[in-house]
């Protein structure tokens, strides 16, 4: 069946450092994939996505490209902030059967000042 | 405005006790979802209702019964309350398969 492989964490980095968070799947077809962002006590909210190939999704300074050929969307971001200390979840939809969206086990970053 | 919102936000409870947590989306998404999220952050799906047909019922307990009255409300109601149970209860809607999933804010169960 699909899944999800992410680095287990926790993660923690200096203020302004270079951000990557490794995530791998399992899927058939061409899944959509996601990163999400957990902020303590609240929900996930979905940070950036990609739905094919070399797609590169984007926002608040994130970064993941779709690599077919490596079955990896790995999360990066280019100097991080003390506000970015959260829980990064990757998830994917899959193709076929339910249609169910599956999540890694989530990666705990720490963002020191 | 809430996009997706979810009542009670905390609820402590005894075991064997039955507890309800509503949830309501004002997206107009077709699809939604619960989730249970352990201590551990690991989430795992349970169910999931598009247009008020259930179409992904995970391996729960059958003491877990979701209810759909209308597109935008998802409820899930729990009997017989165990300490297992005890966890953050997300729900979740989503509009285009593609397009992602949008979380409520989360109810956190507490099995006395």
């Known amino acids: 069946g699909d899944s999800v492989t992410q680095m287990e964490g926790p993660v923690t980095l200096s203020e302004e450092a270079f951000l990557t968070i490794n995530c791998t799947y399992t899927a058939t077809g061409y899944p959509s994939l996601f990163w999400y962002v957990q902020y303590p006590g609240e929900g996930l909210q979905l940070l950036l996505k990609?739905?094919?190939?070399?797609d590169k999704g984007s926002n608040k300074g994130f970064e993941a490209t779709y690599r077919k050929e490596t079955t990896s969307f790995h999360l990066e971001k280019g100097s991080v902030q003390v506000s970015d200390s959260a829980v990064y979840f990757c998830a994917l939809r899959g193709t076929s059967g339910t249609y169910k969206y599956i999540f890694g086990t989530g990666t705990r970053l720490k963002v020191l000042a | 405005d809430t996009a997706v919102s979810q009542t009670p936000k905390y609820l402590v409870t005894q075991m064997g006790n039955d507890k309800s947590i509503k949830c309501e989306q004002n997206l107009g998404h077709d699809t939604m979802y619960w989730y249970k999220q352990d201590s551990k952050k690991f989430l795992k799906i349970m169910f999931s209702?598009?247009?008020?047909?259930?179409?992904i019922n995970e391996t729960v307990p059958n003491r877990f019964s979701p209810k759909s009255p209308d597109k935008a409300h998802l409820n899930l109601h729990i009997n017989s309350l165990e300490l297992g149970d005890s966890a953050v209860y997300f729900c979740?809607?989503?509009?285009?398969?593609?397009?992602?999933?949008?979380f409520g804010p989360g109810t956190r169960l507490t099995v006395t």
């Open positions: 209702y598009n247009n008020k047909e259930l179409i």
């Open positions: 990609a739905t094919k190939a070399d």
């Open positions: 979740a809607s989503s509009p285009l398969p593609s397009e992602g999933q949008y």
